[in-house]
């Protein structure tokens, strides 16, 4: 007992800290800033990690779910040790939305392609989210389409017709394979709507409150689908380095990951989180080519400097507010 209130008490302290981070307006900008850079490059090393379990015994299906109901449990847990707050049925029916869009259809499209293509195609794949994200700025609140950013399209999506192109050549794990990319480029539209969409209700709650219904919410819409193909999965004799893999997974990758980006969403803009999606390649390559669960082509490289330099005229191009502040008198 004694070394349960001991736990209980320094779990209390963490989360206490967390959200008072959260609370501290001065310091909030670089936490958000630190957080957002730490979830994309948890997230990068995920890819190449989450790969190699996915070629040793652990396949997509299987892997999302243990994602999805790891963090459920673990959100749960760490949930009772933070301040609790009163959320209304509206909300709570709000978050079913938010689950499917930012877990349910993200993860399962992500996890599902990655387990198909090759880790650098789905980092790089994760850098059209800024540009999602002003097509939907553009379609939901009406932010005005630039030449710049009409230019930013086209070089982004230029870029991901070269990698799919290669894909589609080579169906090949490590090369690239265009089902995968297909399915990780529908997780970065998901998830830019729900960044789009459900940006208010992210900011009102405190990050366990939020993951803990959002991940109760995909626990209960995925698990009934998936139990008994993990069941049969899960039967089969499986490494150990597999299972630490798949640890790294759930806890960092997932856990870990979704706290740091949810703090980071309570502060910065949806376009700026969505351009830390740059840390994301950078760490994949590099762990993949390490690795060996990846291979890097003059292709890859063509493809990167295209979304890059396409995200990069999509940021920097002018959005509603500043055109009406310069129109102001």
């Not at 007992?1 to 307006?25: N, T």
């Not at 063509?302 to 999509?314: E, H, T």
Request: hydrophobic share 50%.
């Amino acid at each position: 007992m004694p070394e349960y209130l001991e736990v209980r008490a320094k779990w209390g302290i963490f989360a206490a800290d967390i959200i008072d981070m959260e609370r501290q307006k001065n310091n909030r900008p670089l936490i958000a800033h630190l957080s957002m850079f730490g979830a994309c490059a948890g997230w990068g090393l995920m890819a190449p990690v989450g790969k190699d379990a996915m070629t040793h015994g652990i396949d997509g299906i299987t892997m999302v779910t243990f994602r999805v109901v790891g963090a459920c449990l673990l959100f749960w847990i760490a949930s009772r040790f933070a301040p609790k707050e009163e959320v209304p049925l509206k909300d709570k029916l709000m978050f079913i939305g938010a689950a499917l869009m930012g877990l349910v259809f993200n993860q399962c499209c992500y996890t599902i392609g990655l387990s198909i293509t090759s880790p650098i195609n789905a980092s790089i794949v994760t850098t059209s989210m800024p540009i999602f994200a002003m097509l939907l700025s553009a379609l939901i609140l009406k932010e005005p389409i630039t030449g710049k950013k009409a230019l930013g399209v086209m070089m982004g999506c230029s870029g991901a017709l070269i990698l799919i192109l290669t894909s589609a050549a080579h169906a090949d794990s490590k090369v690239g394979d265009i089902r995968g990319d297909l399915l990780c480029l529908f997780a970065q539209f998901s998830f830019a709507l729900y960044l789009s969409l459900f940006n208010p209700l992210i900011r009102r709650y405190n990050v366990f409150t939020i993951n803990k219904y959002m991940f109760s919410w995909a626990t209960l819409i995925l698990l009934p689908f998936t139990f008994s193909h993990v069941s049969e999965v899960v039967s089969q004799p499986i490494a150990m380095k597999t299972w630490w893999e798949v640890a790294y997974v759930v806890c960092i990758g997932t856990f870990v990951c979704y706290i740091l980006t949810m703090i980071g969403q309570r502060t910065l803009r949806p376009t700026v989180v969505s351009v830390y999606n740059y840390v994301q390649p950078i760490v994949s390559v590099g762990a993949s080519l390490l690795m060996g669960v990846g291979i890097l082509k003059p292709t890859h490289a063509l493809a990167v400097i295209l979304v890059f330099s396409g995200v990069w005229l999509v940021i920097k191009s002018k959005s509603r507010r500043d055109m009406e502040g310069q129109k102001a008198p």
